[in-house]
Nanobody, 119 residues
Framework: VQLQASGGGSVQAGGSLRLSCTASGQAFGSGAMAWFRQAPGKEREFVAA???????YYADSVKGRFITSRDNSQNTVYLQMNSLKPEDTAVYYC??????????????WGQGTLVTVSS
């Protein structure tokens, strides 16, 4: 079981990035695929989650700017990040599990990809 995240990088405020996360084995099943992030000196926080059937929900801090989607044929989940702000700077992690905003509900985690937004 493995999750492989990619797509991080550096961007100026107002720019966009798209993160990808490809899952193998049991990690991409009928449960939720989610994104979390962790900024330096802060706890890991929920960003977005989506289910195979299409239901998605977002943290208030990213609602209207970020979109998560899934390509079930490719076992891949995406996080499209628009109108990026310096406070979005963090290491972003993809995760697979039961769903919800609590990281303890997720069984499998990717290695993280760094997003840096400069002002």
């Amino acid at each position: 079981v493995q999750l492989q995240a990619s797509g991080g990088g550096s961007v100026q405020a107002g720019g966009s990035l798209r993160l990808s996360c490809t899952a193998s084995g049991q990690a991409f099943g009928s449960g939720a695929m989610a994104w979390f992030r962790q900024a330096p000196g802060k706890e890991r926080e929920f960003v977005a989650a989506g289910w195979k059937g299409g239901y998605r929900y977002y943290a208030d801090s990213v609602k209207g700017r970020f979109i998560t989607s899934r390509d079930n044929s490719q076992n891949t989940v995406y996080l499209q990040m628009n109108s990026l702000k310096p406070e979005d700077t963090a290491v972003y992690y993809c995760a697979s599990g039961k769903g919800g905003t609590d990281s303890r509900l997720y069984d499998y985690w990717g290695q993280g990809t760094l997003v840096t937004v400069s002002s």
